[in-house]
């Protein structure tokens, strides 16, 4: 019996199984491996502007604390419970292992539609959660960052409502936060520039020049759009990309400074353009070099992998791409390179790990410094995925799971046993 159900839990079970088959784990271990160490819901109401007054579900599920304090984003969005926060906090414990950081992995998320709030409402609904989450996190226990529906600002109340409740400021108890509130530099665009970073290395490896390159990006928040600017800032050709409202495919291209000064004044995609709409399922399924799915899970699916025409996909958001498609994906035999989720946008928790460090020492780095250190990181996992790969004779994703998995029951292990 578990709590943790529902298709992305499920997918994340799924995939554990067959590399827990893969690297012999025996049956007994694995439920230790797998589940949860702690799941928090809380219920978090607040005055809404008309006077009255609304709840919303929230959760926390810190995945394990064998490494060092827990790390992970908070989701704001209709769709979450708690077998999808859970599935995310056990790709963060991988994520974080893959990239040597001494963190678990952990997620949060409240069920909310974050666009319907006022920015009061918002407010009032980020200091509620952070409130009912004081006795779970901490700069040492559990460490917060944004995620989908959630940002800067988001953060920086969160830090506050923490702070106040303390008598004093912990930065440390988030990142993703302001620069001028204890941020570091380069954390909102790290993600988006580490997958960016990440694709130029698979363009070199597979000797295609980023200028005769086309990528399509599905999802223009945080890190759709700075991955979009980052490659088109490389000679890419940005060909397709879609948000919640719209999708645009042009093959002349499509200006991405003219699509984010869009979204900036209008908050999302509608309406930039009448000529080059195209239907969402149908975008993903254009011919493109790189492929880029940069907004919610299980978007690459048994019905469509047969489909793509892409030479890389490269996932930004976590994921995106089901058992199912990974095995078509497998079977088609024309070789699409997959920088997978746990390696692909690992930049945003290693520039948090970097924030964290920063805020704990009260000794700041500059960008070019935290970028440098960055790029770093993700050429050695990289490296580690591609040479595993290889060696064992599995694909990337695989290796990239084996890596995480093994650092964690190596730790484990070694502990022992709590009696
Ligand atoms: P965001 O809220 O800034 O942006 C999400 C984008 O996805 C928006 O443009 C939204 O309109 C779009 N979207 C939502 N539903 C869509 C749909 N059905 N079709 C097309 N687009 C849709 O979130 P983000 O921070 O950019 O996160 C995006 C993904 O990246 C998530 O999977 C998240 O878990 C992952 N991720 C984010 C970070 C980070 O640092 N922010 C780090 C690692 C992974």
Request: negative net charge; proline residues 5%.
């Amino acid at each position: 019996m578990t709590i943790y159900t529902g298709p992305v839990f499920e997918m994340c079970r799924q995939q554990f199984a067959a590399i827990a088959d893969h690297l012999d784990i025996p049956e007994v271990e694995r439920a230790r491996i797998l589940y949860p160490k702690r799941a928090v819901t809380v219920s978090c109401p607040i005055h809404r502007d008309d006077g009255s007054i609304a709840v919303f579900q929230g959760y926390r599920v810190q995945h394990h604390l064998t490494l060092g304090p827990t790390k992970g984003g908070t989701r704001f969005s209709k769709n979450v419970d708690i077998g999808e926060v859970a599935a995310l906090a056990v790709w963060m414990s991988r994520k974080c292992a893959l990239a040597g950081l001494p963190y678990g992995g952990a997620k949060g998320g409240v069920t909310v539609d974050p666009a319907a709030l006022s920015k009061r409402e918002l407010e009032g609904l980020s200091r509620r959660y952070m409130q009912e989450m004081i006795p779970f996190v901490g700069p040492h226990t559990d460490v917060m960052a944004p995620d989908m529906g959630t940002n800067e600002q988001v953060m920086a109340w969160f830090m506050d409502t923490y702070s106040m409740y303390q008598g004093r400021t912990f930065p440390e108890v988030v990142t993703g936060k302001p620069v001028v509130s204890g941020g570091t530099e380069g954390r909102r665009e790290a993600t988006g520039l580490g997958v960016a970073h990440l694709i130029g290395k698979t363009l070199d490896r597979l000797g295609v020049s980023p200028s005769g390159a086309t990528a399509i990006v599905q999802g223009f928040g945080n890190v759709g759009s700075v991955t979009a600017e980052n490659l088109h800032s490389r000679g890419v050709r940005v060909v397709g990309a879609s948000d919640h409202t719209a999708a645009y495919y042009d093959p002349a291209g499509l200006n991405v400074t003219a699509l984010m000064n869009h979204v900036a004044h209008h908050g999302s995609l509608a309406g930039f353009s009448t000529e080059v709409l195209i239907d969402p399922d149908e975008l993903l399924l254009q011919p493109c070099d790189i492929l880029v799915p940069a907004a919610m899970e299980q978007v690459i699916t048994g019905q469509n992998a047969g489909s793509l025409k892409c030479r890389i996909l490269a996932e930004a958001a976590n994921g995106p791409t089901t058992p199912d498609a990974d095995k078509i994906l497998a079977e088609r035999g024309d070789e699409i390179f997959i920088i997978p989720d746990i390696l692909c946008n690992s930049g945003g928790v290693i520039v948090s790990y970097f924030e964290w460090v920063q805020d704990l020492q009260q000794l700041f780095w500059g960008r070019a410094e935290v970028v440098d250190r960055l790029y770093s990181i993700l050429d050695r996992s990289f490296q580690h995925v591609a040479d595993r790969a290889v060696r064992d004779g599995i694909s990337n994703r695989e290796a990239a799971m084996a890596i995480g998995v093994e650092k964690v029951r190596g730790a484990k292990q070694t502990r022992g046993l709590f009696p």
